[in-house]
Structure formats: structure tokens, C-alpha cells
């Protein structure tokens, strides 16, 4: 039997050169849900999708239930060498995850045909953000921790982001984002909010 | 497990060629080369033969200078992050970053040392020592840098200060890979069993103790 | 167990802690090394080799021996603070290398000192004396890995490995006399065998170098005292 998802966290702190950085947290997130972290600059929100990732060491419990195969991450390090062709960037990581994605599927979906045999660099960095999605749509996971994944893109991106997330939520999939904009952006009706005093 | 070997050796070789670091590495080797017998007057660098040491020395200083991006463009753009997060086995990762590094300052060495030190001395009598030595020595010399480099990530200083730091590690290896190059008596080869040794205990240590530095040390 | 030790782990209470013991080490090290400095200078004999020369030994000993003990301190607390993630573990173990690089030299320049009328040079590079420059320079590289990183919580784990990793050199100094042909004597003291030192040579040697560990301590405790007060320097600014 499938197990199902979920994510309970339990008094987390998270210390860094002794203060800790956020009051303890206790919230829980289940399958098909989006929960948005809102809160001001300096409060902890890259933080706490750290420790939600397991790259930084805190105290308290986070549990996850059920999840398939990777996390799925954006951070605001986008992971992408100057140098390297788009293409040749695609390529590395449907080899790195051993996908059964398509080149040609990908390309298709974040509409990179005119930049397909160009150099990163010349990317703007509406563009390269988009590239970071890329790693999303190649493997199969079930959770999505988004570090801002709104900053410095255009319409046409944001909506196709929003569609991603929207269809991920719609498959039975857990979307944990951080963001500092204010209103609702997208239109999830399963959705929560943590707001970080 | 092989397979994700081969990408990620064969990406970070690409890396190497594209930004242009690749021919670095030997170029300072030949350049530092050069210094000795100008630095000696060439009589005496003749008369002294201290090519062997020369090729030692250079060798130390071109590894040291092609230490620092080993892990430094993966650590600043975000790469090694992401591999973390997606659980690809880092363990894999650093031994492909090993052998590429090696691949590009330690084979081009090995390589071209003995020639160097035939052209420069006119002397040829102690160069498959040398080969053999440096053959020891180089991937060493990768992997005591390899968990040195992935310390240094995140600091400020770290050109100078890394440099610094692994020089004192490298001392043993070149004390000995010296003493292997210039035996004259070839049945009693200690140096080359120490070596061996050291490489042998190495390539299993040093690249266990790099995994554990650079998943504590990412954020 | 832990639990209990925990207590102590916090800066403050170490503070406090180490204050009273700080002073008794210094209060008792010095009478220390008076005695041991004045037996050692004045009443111990002569070597039947070296003569006189030999006085030299009480410092150069005590103090070769305070810079290994140093290293293996630094590497186990290091060892804790990665296991057990006390932050007080690596504060305490940063503090060591200051101190710990001034008995180094003084074991150097003395060991010179030394050297001259007995092998009848400064420095020789064998086994022993190359691989306590090399400690002396892995000293030099911790300290400045502690500076690298001001402000960043990777320097402590940067520390600690670094540390971990540098402790190869110590079992490869302690062994070098046995190991290699080395001009330097082997040791005569710390040995499977027993000590093979006259008794008279001893006495003031475990004085002067239990005189001299705890003149270590003093200074270790003095710099831990005043890095958990920069600290908490730190951690008041940071506060909104």
C-alpha cells in the first residue's frame, strides 16, 4: 500500500552562530496541498526550506511521510555554468537523474528553441530561473521545496510556473514555497500560509 | 553507479576544456620549470643537476595552484547544492572531480617530466625513477588536496590561505617522491613501497573525508 | 552522564567554571618551574656525553612534549564537536593552536640551540625535526583557517577537519626515532620499555614539564575566557 504524504514539523528551531534564527515552528503540510511561507527579508524563509531539505541542522522534528524518490529544489543559486550551452545543460541533468523525459518534451514545455545552442551567459536572468525548473520536470518526486521562485520573471514564465505548480498539486503532490509578495498568486484552493514573525 | 561516474566525469572534463582552465595547470608547470635555470645561472643548474628537484618543485606548485577550483565553481553557482538536495551520491561526484583534476595536472606531468628533465640536464639515467615516483605522487598529491580544497569553500582568503594549508601535507609526499627519484641503487625501492602505501590508504580516506566535509560544509 | 556534562556545556557556566582553576594552575605552575628550572640548572649531573649541554634538555623536552599534547587535544575535541555539536567543544579547540605555536618554536629554537654543540650544526633535516616543522606549519595553517573564515559558521566545521586531517603528523613525529636513522636520539623517556633517563635527570624533568603543562593550561583557559566574552559581545550586537 502506498504510503500517504505528508510532512509534520514539530518545534523547529534552526541555530546559527548561536541565535536561532526563527521561534519554533509546528505546522503540517498533507498531499495535495501548497503551503506559502510569507514573511520579511531577514526572518528565515530560505532558512527553514534549508532545514526542510536537510542541508542545515536544527533541532526539533520534521517528519516526511510517503515521499517518492528526490526532493524537488529551486534555491536562489541556480546551479548553471556560464560557459555551458543550453542544451548540453538539459542533456547533464536528464543523465544525472536517468529521466525518461525527452529533450524534445522539455524544450517543447519551457519553449527554448531559440536558445537551445546558446551559451548560458548570454541568458537573462528571467531565462536561466526558467532553466532551473528544468530539474523539476525531469524526475518523478511528489515534493517541491520553491525558495522565491516568482523573483525577476516575466508574465509568460510566471504563468507557465504557475501552471507547473497547479498541475503538481492536481497529481497528488506537496508544494512548499517561500515568497515575499503580497495577495494571492496562485489560484490553489488547498492552500496554506505561514507567516514568519 | 558507473554510468552516473562516466556523466559526471565526462562533464566536469568538458568544464575544464571550456573555461579554459585545462592547459593552466601544465603551462605553470613549464613556466616554473624555466625559472630554475635562471635562477641558478645555467652552468650551474647543470653542474648542480637539480632538474629533478625543478620537476618536483614545479609539479608541488602546479597542483597547488590548480587545487582551488576543484569544488569552487560547483560550490559557488549552486551545482553541488542541488546535487545534495537530489540525493545524487557525492561520493561518486568526488572521485570524478578527483580524476579530472588529476587528468588535467597530474597525467600531463607525468607525461612530459621526464622529457623536460632530459632536455634540461642532458641527463637521462634516473627517469624511469621519476616516471615511476610521479606516478605515485601526483594522485596523491589530488587527494590530500581534494578535502583541503572542499574546506576552504565559503571563506574569503581562500587562494592564499588554501595554498598555505596543503603545502605542509604535500612535504612528506615530495620528501620521499625525491628520495624514489634519486636512489641509485635499484633493488631497495622503500620510497616507492611507502608511496603505495600512502596512495593506496589515500584514495580510500581522502575522498570518505571529502564527502563528509562538503555536505556539513554547503551551507 | 551527558546529561550532566551538559550543564557545563553552557559558555557562561564554563566561564565561571574554569576561573578558580585558572588561577590555581597558574599559582601552582609557577613554583614549578622555579623548582624544576633550579634543580635542573643547578643540582642534576652532568651527561657523561654531552656535559653541560644537557640542561637544555628540561625545557626542550617539557615543551616538544606540550606541543604534542596540545595537537592531541585540539584533534579530540574537534572529534567531539563533530560528533556531539557543542559549539563550546570548537571554541575551546581554536584557542589551543595560539598557545600551542609558542611551545612549538620554543622547542625548535632550544632543540637548535642544542644541536650546535652536540652535532655541531643548527638544523639537520632528518625524520624528526622536519616533521616538527611540519607541525609547526599545520599550527600556522589552523590558526589562519580560523581567520579565513570571521563570521562564518563553516569555520569551526572547517576547523575541526582540518584538525582531524593534520593528525596524521603526530603518531609520524612520536615514531620518527624508531622508524627512520635519525640523528635525534630516540626517546628515552615515553617508551614500552620504561624509562631508560637516570633518576636524578627525571625528577626535575616531570617537575618542569608538569610546571609547564599547567602554565599551558592557564594560558588555554585565559583565551577561551576572553573568546566566550567576544562572543557574547557578538551575540549582544546581533540582536535587534
Redesign the interface.
Known amino acids: 500500500m502506498k504510503k500517504k504524504l505528508s510532512l509534520t514539523v514539530t518545534k523547529l528551531t534552526c541555530k546559527?552562530?548561536?541565535?536561532s534564527i526563527f521561534n519554533p515552528l509546528s505546522f503540517k503540510v498533507s498531499e495535495g496541498q501548497m503551503l506559502i511561507i510569507k514573511g520579511k527579508n531577514g526572518r528565515g524563509k530560505t532558512t527553514l526550506i534549508?532545514c526542510l531539505?536537510?542541508?542545515?541542522?536544527y533541532q526539533g522534528l520534521v517528519k516526511w511521510k510517503g515521499v517518492e524518490g528526490?526532493?524537488?529544489?529551486i534555491?536562489?543559486?541556480?546551479?548553471?555554468?556560464e560557459?555551458?550551452t543550453v542544451y548540453?545543460f538539459i542533456k547533464?541533468w536528464k543523465?544525472?537523474?536517468?529521466s525518461k523525459v525527452s529533450i524534445d518534451e522539455v524544450v517543447e514545455f519551457f519553449s527554448l528553441f531559440n536558445v537551445l545552442f546558446s551559451p548560458i551567459a548570454f541568458l537573462s536572468f528571467g531565462q536561466k530561473k526558467k532553466l532551473t525548473f528544468v530539474?523539476l520536470y525531469f524526475?518523478n518526486n511528489n515534493v517541491w521545496?520553491l525558495d522565491e521562485p516568482f523573483s525577476g520573471m516575466d508574465d509568460n514564465n510566471r504563468e507557465l510556473i504557475v501552471n507547473m505548480i497547479e498541475s503538481h498539486i492536481s497529481n497528488k503532490g506537496m508544494v512548499v514555497l517561500s515568497t515575499h509578495e503580497k495577495g494571492r498568486i496562485l489560484n490553489i484552493k488547498n492552500t496554506k500560509e505561514l507567516v514568519i514573525e | 553507479m558507473n554510468n552516473l561516474f562516466y556523466i559526471i566525469l565526462k562533464k566536469d572534463f568538458k568544464d575544464n576544456l571550456l573555461s579554459n582552465k585545462a592547459w593552466f595547470t601544465i603551462s605553470f608547470f613549464l613556466l616554473c620549470l624555466i625559472i630554475f635555470p635562471l635562477a641558478f645561472g645555467s652552468s650551474q643548474y647543470l653542474e648542480l643537476n637539480v632538474s629533478i628537484s625543478a620537476i618536483w618543485i614545479s609539479t608541488l606548485f602546479a597542483n597547488l595552484i590548480a587545487l582551488d577550483h576543484m569544488y569552487k565553481e560547483d560550490y559557488n553557482d549552486g551545482t553541488l547544492l542541488y546535487y545534495i538536495v537530489n540525493k545524487v551520491p557525492l561520493v561518486i561526484v568526488v572521485y570524478a572531480k578527483c580524476l579530472s583534476h588529476w587528468l588535467f595536472s597530474g597525467l600531463p606531468i607525468i607525461l612530459i617530466a621526464p622529457l623536460c628533465s632530459y632536455i634540461f640536464s642532458g641527463y637521462s639515467e634516473n627517469n624511469l625513477n621519476l616516471f615511476i615516483s610521479l606516478i605515485l605522487a601526483t594522485p596523491i598529491f589530488t587527494l590530500i588536496g581534494s578535502p583541503i580544497a572542499a574546506l576552504m569553500l565559503g571563506s574569503s582568503l581562500r587562494g592564499a590561505a588554501l595554498t598555505f594549508i596543503t603545502l605542509p601535507f604535500y612535504l612528506p609526499i615530495i620528501i620521499f617522491g625525491v628520495m624514489g627519484t634519486n636512489i641509485n641503487n635499484s633493488n631497495i625501492n622503500a620510497e616507492f613501497y611507502l608511496l603505495l602505501a600512502i596512495l593506496s590508504i589515500g584514495i580510500i580516506f581522502f575522498p570518505m573525508i571529502t564527502v563528509k566535509i562538503l555536505k556539513s560544509i554547503i551551507n | 552522564m551527558l546529561r550532566k556534562l551538559h550543564k557545563y556545556a553552557n559558555p557562561n557556566k564554563f566561564s565561571l567554571i574554569i576561573m578558580p582553576i585558572k588561577n590555581v594552575c597558574l599559582y601552582t605552575a609557577l613554583p614549578l618551574i622555579a623548582i624544576g628550572l633550579i634543580i635542573g640548572l643547578f643540582f642534576s649531573p652532568p651527561d657523561y656525553q654531552q656535559g653541560e649541554t644537557v640542561r637544555i634538555m628540561y625545557i626542550h623536552v617539557s615543551s616538544a612534549w606540550i606541543s604534542l599534547f596540545a595537537y592531541v587535544l585540539i584533534f579530540l575535541l574537534s572529534v567531539f564537536y563533530l560528533i556531539w555539536k557543542f559549539p563550546l567543544f570548537v571554541l575551546m579547540a581554536k584557542e589551543i593552536p595560539f598557545v600551542a605555536i609558542i611551545f612549538t618554536l620554543i622547542t625548535l629554537i632550544t632543540g637548535s640551540l642544542w644541536g650546535k654543540p652536540t652535532w655541531g650544526t643548527y638544523w639537520v633535516w632528518d625524520a624528526r625535526l622536519t616533521s616538527f616543522l611540519i607541525l609547526l606549519f599545520i599550527y600556522l595553517g589552523l590558526i589562519f583557517i580560523d581567520k579565513a573564515f570571521k563570521y562564518n559558521v563553516n569555520g569551526d566545521l572547517s576547523f575541526s577537519y582540518l584538525s582531524i586531517i593534520g593528525a596524521i603528523n603526530i603518531p609520524i613525529i612520536k615514531f620518527s626515532v624508531d622508524w627512520w636513522n635519525t640523528l635525534h636520539q630516540p626517546a628515552s623517556v615515553i617508551r614500552a620499555s620504561g624509562p631508560s633517563i637516570n633518576i636524578e635527570m627525571l625528577i626535575p624533568l616531570m617537575i618542569m614539564s608538569t610546571g609547564v603543562l599547567l602554565l599551558f593550561f592557564y594560558l588555554i583557559f585565559t583565551n577561551i575566557q576572553s573568546a566566550i566574552a567576544e562572543k557574547k559581545i557578538l551575540f549582544l550586537s546581533s540582536k535587534d
Open positions: 546559527r552562530n548561536s541565535i534549508h531539505a536537510g542541508l542545515l541542522s528526490k526532493i524537488g529544489y534555491g536562489h543559486k541556480f546551479g548553471l555554468k560557459y555551458e548540453d547533464f543523465a544525472v537523474y536517468d530539474r524526475f521545496l
